[in-house]
């Protein structure tokens, strides 16, 4: 598996080393870092950064790195963990929710499938499950929506993005629609800070609907 091309940005890795994110993101990231090499070497970083201040020490702490721009590979990244090949779930989801198949999904139609993680700060973390070939219809957000692949994959904005990639959306101006990859179902983490506003309503109102029972 190729390491990710889409990172989550330097704020919330700071953010998760500093413990400052809502449980939801923190999940988030956690599931991203286990896939990708370049990320966990930044926290690492941050980690040992915040560790020489807190010590006072006297030391220099190592440059902070730049990280690079989103949709840019690492430069000679180590291989991403090794994922069990049945494990769709990086282990900090499934420590959460259990397997992809031990998770309570529901159809949403048109071959569509969503999955209830939680619901806490303020925050509606889910599972969605997309059919091979879906397009996915456009639609923005009244917060941010963070979104992470864990199987297939779809394109977006000229982008692809595939297992370990994340995505973030902001706002209703931000809107998006993907196209799943034909060659297989595609599953996503979001978590989500409002609901889904779409033109056509349809994802945001089905979304809504379900997450809202
Ligand atoms: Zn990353």
Avoid: N
Avoid at 52 to 67: C, F, T
Avoid at 162 to 168: C, K, N, P, T
Avoid at 175 to 193: K, M, N, R, W, Y
């Amino acid at each position: 598996m190729p390491a990710p091309a889409h990172h989550v940005s330097q704020s919330d890795l700071l953010g998760y080393v500093t413990g400052s994110l809502s449980a939801p993101v923190e999940l988030w990231v956690a599931c991203h870092l286990t896939y990708c090499p370049a990320c966990r070497a930044e926290v690492e970083l941050l980690e040992a950064v915040g560790g020489a201040l807190l010590q006072g020490s006297s030391e220099e702490p190592p440059a902070l790195p730049v990280l690079p721009d989103v949709d840019t590979p690492p430069p000679s990244a180590p291989e991403p963990l090794p994922v069990p090949a049945d494990a769709v779930f990086p282990s900090p989801l499934r420590q959460r929710a259990g397997s992809l198949q031990e998770l309570s999904f529901r159809d949403a139609g048109y071959g569509l499938r969503i999955a209830k993680v939680g619901r806490e700060e303020g925050l509606r973390t889910f599972v969605v499950d997309f059919p091979a070939g879906m397009r996915v219809p456009r639609h923005g957000h009244r917060g941010i929506e963070r979104g992470l692949v864990l199987r297939g994959g779809y394109a977006e904005g000229g982008q692809h993005f595939a297992v370990g990639d994340v995505d973030v959306h902001e706002g209703p101006d931000d809107q998006h629609s993907a196209l799943i990859d034909d060659d297989g179902p595609c599953t996503a983490l979001f978590v989500t800070e409002g609901p889904a506003t779409a033109q056509p309503p349809w994802l945001g109102w089905l979304a809504d609907w379900w997450l809202h029972r």
